[in-house]
């Protein structure tokens, strides 16, 4: 099988299948995140429902989305390495849109350390908005790897 060669031989497979699961979970939180947040920006800063908001969002990211995106980053590198640099237009575009994805995690990290500041400097309904921007770069980077056109 074509699929099986570079260093990670027989594993290759093995590794595709944990880092599409990982990048399942990283996306999962990415999902959650901003909804949390448009939640969140509906409460009265220091009361009990904003302590909890503030617990929920520092788990989230700590337990769930930093993991998961740390993981599949690995595997995903790996398996670059494993296929090659070279491997066509489709793999940069990829790269380039998941970098653009990891600004994106960074960004809602910023934010939530803002709400755990107390500051609310955006509506719940940029929240809602932006909510949507994980599943644009989701089914841009599966078009580019399933069928691997460009």
Do not use: Q
Request: charged content about 20%.
């Amino acid at each position: 099988m074509a699929d099986m060669v570079g260093f990670l031989g027989v594993a290759y497979l093995w590794v595709k299948a944990f880092h599409i699961i990982f990048v399942i979970f990283w996306m999962a939180g990415m999902f959650m995140l901003p909804r949390y947040f448009a939640y969140h920006s509906e409460c009265e800063v220091g009361s009990d429902e904003d302590t909890k908001w503030i617990d929920r969002e520092k788990r989230l990211i700590r337990i769930i989305i930093n993991p998961a995106m740390t993981i599949a980053w690995v595997l995903g590198l790996m398996l670059i390495f494993n296929i090659g640099w070279d491997a066509g237009l489709w793999l940069h575009i990829k790269f380039l849109l998941v970098i653009i994805l990891s600004g994106f995690h960074g960004m809602l990290s910023r934010y939530r350390k803002e709400f755990a500041r107390g500051e609310r400097k955006r509506e719940g309904k940029f929240y809602r908005k932006i909510n949507e921007i994980p599943a644009l770069f989701i089914i841009a980077i599966v078009l580019l790897v399933v069928p691997k056109a460009l």
